[in-house]
């Protein structure tokens, strides 16, 4: 059997600029292996040593370019200074893989017998970029500041039980709450920061952002940064149309850090020698989530319903390459309280339109000379963002399963600036997203039935005790057994077709020796990268 491929002009181009790409580096290697046979014919010693000082020369002027291909419909500039920030702002505390919380600004807290004080130690070495002691003065104004702009805290529900913060000598802050809360500590993972002389923020990151246009974003490394300082000199942020330009930049050696790479392309890039790759497991569901006000969705069993319509390891297969997990709910499963023991949906498409049937009643599909026309057994629309490719696809995938049992989910792509406005009016029937559910406290936000978040129309008594009894948990066996109940109650009525968790990878050039750690995002880990040796390189 013979088989063609069709290639548009786009894509025809773009794999000759690839392929000139790498016969030229290619020509590179070569006279770069003649190179090194010739240098080869020095003392051993002396070439060590001329190495040793050439490292050490460039150590002062370490510069990692990165490169940000666009692919969230959104502001270029707005998605770097998103990312940057990470590099440049900390907040008193950080959210570990498995949801317990690490030491940042702080360095360790302690929690009153009932709950309502928190009193955390600062490092005594810490500072802000301008040179001034990260106090628990500065740390309180910061704080307070960042609480009274806050209008709307539904999305950090730790911090509505907030009614004072006092400080208690140089370095330690005492927060007062009005009723106990375990979401507080992850809430906190704001950023704490001081205001310039411009009314700019002044940030405690390991870097600090010198100059930022949409077309590249400098940064500089802090060399009081309290956990030493970077190697890496300065970091230059570079924006790219495509992740296919942004790896063309690579192969050029315009970056050195490739910020994303598609799930369709990490065969291809894991096959440069001169590049690695690093993959981590992210903390954002991917879902068709339901607008549960509307019809036919109002109904608990159809949206239980749709559920066993749906073959989430084809989607993890097809559509993220198996690059991702199966999802079943909005919880973390690295969670340290996460309950494996519930094992989700079954793909069951026959019980899923025997279900749709005893409950929205039994609508015969089109036949005949009209079997390709759409299905009647049920219809809604599902809103996603245009030009967004993997949600599309994702999209598309779930489409089609539906479809196999007479449900006709229509695909309305919208401006990445009006999804938004209408997610947050809650106009429309359904809405293919990546929810956060790193913190239990973002469930929270968006289940819970008072919560200002739930765009979603979703009620359910059950599920608001459960994230009642989560919220104020005194213990670890409280708190454990309300997630417990929580999957329980989000498995019998979900308020989505919760699908996969993906991975995220990033391909980094060997000229940078990258810090990893199991389960971590390298980006996290940047300001411990160093720069390769050159007797390291000349032996690739």
Same mark, same amino acid.
């Given at each position: 059997?013979?088989?063609?491929?069709?290639?548009?002009?786009?894509?025809?181009?773009?794999?000759?600029?690839?392929?000139? !790409?790498?016969?030229?580096?290619?020509?590179?290697?070569?006279?770069?292996?003649?190179?090194?046979?010739?240098?080869?014919?020095?003392?051993?010693?002396?070439?060590?040593?001329?190495?040793?000082?050439?490292?050490?020369?460039?150590?002062?002027?370490?510069?990692?370019?990165?490169?940000?291909?666009?692919?969230?419909?959104?502001?270029?500039?707005? *998605?770097?200074?998103?990312?940057?920030?990470?590099?440049?702002?900390?907040?008193?505390?950080?959210?570990?893989?498995? *949801?317990? !919380?690490?030491? #940042?600004?702080?360095?360790?807290?302690?929690?009153?017998?009932?709950?309502?004080?928190?009193?955390?130690?600062? #490092?005594?070495?810490?500072?802000?970029?301008?040179?001034?002691?990260?106090?628990?003065?500065?740390?309180?104004?910061?704080?307070?500041?960042?609480?009274?702009?806050?209008?709307?805290?539904?999305?950090? %529900?730790?911090?509505?039980?907030?009614?004072?913060?006092?400080?208690?000598?140089?370095?330690?802050?005492?927060?007062?709450?009005?009723?106990?809360?375990?979401?507080?500590?992850?809430?906190?993972?704001?950023?704490?920061?001081?205001?310039?002389?411009?009314?700019?923020?002044?940030?405690?990151?390991?870097?600090?952002?010198?100059?930022?246009?949409?077309?590249?974003?400098?940064?500089?490394?802090?060399?009081?940064?309290?956990?030493?300082?970077?190697?890496?000199?300065?970091?230059?942020?570079?924006?790219?149309?495509?992740?296919?330009?942004?790896?063309?930049?690579?192969?050029? *050696?315009?970056?050195?850090?490739?910020?994303?790479?598609?799930?369709?392309?990490?065969?291809?890039?894991? *096959?440069?020698?001169?590049?690695?790759?690093?993959?981590?497991? #992210?903390?954002?569901?991917?879902?068709?989530?339901?607008?549960?006000?509307?019809? %036919?969705?109002?109904?608990?069993?159809?949206?239980?319903?749709?559920?066993?319509?749906?073959?989430?390891?084809?989607?993890?297969?097809?559509?993220?390459?198996?690059?991702?997990?199966? /999802?079943?709910? %909005?919880?973390?499963?690295?969670?340290?309280?996460?309950?494996?023991?519930?094992?989700?949906?079954?793909?069951?498409?026959?019980?899923?339109?025997?279900?749709?049937?005893?409950?929205?009643?039994?609508?015969?599909?089109?036949?005949?000379?009209?079997?390709?026309?759409?299905?009647?057994?049920?219809?809604? !629309?599902?809103?996603?963002?245009?030009?967004?490719?993997?949600?599309?696809?994702?999209?598309?995938?779930?489409?089609?399963?539906?479809?196999?049992?007479?449900?006709?989910?229509?695909?309305?792509?919208?401006?990445?600036?009006?999804?938004?406005?209408?997610?947050?009016?809650?106009?429309?029937?359904?809405?293919?997203?990546?929810?956060?559910?790193?913190?239990?406290?973002?469930?929270?936000?968006?289940?819970?039935?008072?919560?200002?978040?739930?765009?979603?129309?979703?009620?359910?008594?059950?599920?608001?005790?459960?994230?009642?009894?989560?919220?104020?948990?005194?213990?670890?066996?409280?708190?454990?057994?309300?997630?417990?109940?929580?999957?329980?109650?989000?498995? /019998?009525? %979900?308020?989505?077709?919760?699908? /996969?968790?993906?991975?995220?990878?990033?391909?980094?050039?060997?000229?940078?020796?990258?810090?990893?750690?199991?389960?971590?995002?390298?980006?996290?880990?940047?300001?411990?990268?160093?720069?390769?040796?050159?007797?390291?390189?000349?032996?690739?």
């Amino acid at each position: 059997m013979n088989c063609k491929h069709r290639e548009t002009g786009a894509t025809m181009s773009g794999r000759r600029d690839l392929m000139q !790409t790498l016969l030229a580096r290619l020509v590179f290697r070569r006279l770069l292996s003649t190179a090194v046979i010739g240098l080869l014919a020095y003392p051993v010693a002396s070439c060590h040593g001329q190495a040793d000082e050439v490292l050490a020369r460039n150590k002062s002027d370490v510069t990692l370019r990165i490169g940000f291909p666009q692919t969230t419909g959104q502001d270029p500039l707005r *998605g770097m200074q998103q990312a940057s920030r990470l590099l440049t702002f900390e907040g008193l505390i950080g959210n570990s893989r498995d *949801g317990r !919380t690490a030491p #940042r600004l702080a360095e360790s807290w302690t929690v009153s017998a009932d709950g309502l004080s928190w009193t955390f130690t600062l #490092r005594s070495n810490a500072k802000f970029h301008d040179g001034s002691p990260v106090d628990a003065a500065s740390v309180k104004q910061s704080l307070d500041r960042s609480l009274a702009s806050l209008t709307d805290r539904g999305l950090l %529900p730790g911090l509505q039980d907030i009614v004072g913060i006092e400080t208690k000598g140089p370095h330690e802050i005492v927060v007062r709450l009005s009723k106990p809360s375990t979401f507080l500590l992850g809430d906190l993972e704001m950023v704490i920061s001081k205001q310039g002389a411009n009314g700019a923020p002044i940030g405690t990151g390991p870097f600090v952002t010198t100059q930022s246009s949409p077309q590249q974003i400098t940064m500089s490394m802090f060399p009081d940064h309290y956990l030493g300082t970077p190697e890496v000199r300065q970091i230059v942020w570079k924006p790219y149309p495509t992740l296919r330009t942004a790896w063309a930049g690579m192969m050029r *050696g315009e970056i050195d850090f490739l910020y994303e790479v598609s799930q369709d392309a990490v065969e291809f890039v894991q *096959g440069e020698l001169s590049v690695k790759t690093f993959s981590v497991l #992210r903390p954002y569901v991917f879902g068709v989530v339901f607008n549960s006000s509307r019809q %036919p969705l109002r109904d608990k069993n159809v949206r239980h319903a749709l559920n066993f319509a749906v073959n989430r390891e084809t989607i993890v297969h097809q559509a993220l390459k198996g690059r991702g997990v199966v /999802a079943h709910s %909005p919880l973390w499963p690295a969670n340290w309280a996460y309950d494996s023991s519930f094992l989700g949906y079954s793909y069951d498409p026959g019980r899923a339109a025997a279900m749709i049937d005893r409950t929205h009643g039994h609508t015969t599909a089109n036949s005949g000379k009209h079997a390709s026309a759409r299905p009647t057994r049920l219809r809604f !629309t599902c809103l996603v963002i245009e030009n967004l490719a993997l949600w599309e696809r994702m999209a598309l995938l779930v489409q089609k399963q539906l479809f196999e049992i007479g449900v006709d989910m229509k695909l309305e792509a919208v401006p990445a600036a009006q999804f938004n406005e209408r997610v947050a009016q809650g106009n429309f029937d359904a809405v293919f997203l990546e929810l956060s559910g790193f913190s239990m406290s973002r469930p929270y936000a968006f289940w819970h039935s008072a919560s200002t978040r739930n765009w979603f129309g979703y009620q359910n008594s059950d599920v608001d005790k459960s994230l009642d009894a989560i919220r104020r948990a005194l213990d670890d066996e409280s708190y454990r057994a309300g997630v417990s109940e929580l999957q329980r109650s989000l498995i /019998a009525d %979900p308020p989505a077709i919760f699908l /996969a968790w993906g991975q995220t990878v990033r391909a980094v050039s060997d000229r940078f020796q990258v810090t990893s750690e199991p389960d971590r995002d390298i980006l996290l880990t940047l300001s411990r990268w160093r720069p390769t040796s050159p007797r390291a390189e000349a032996t690739h």
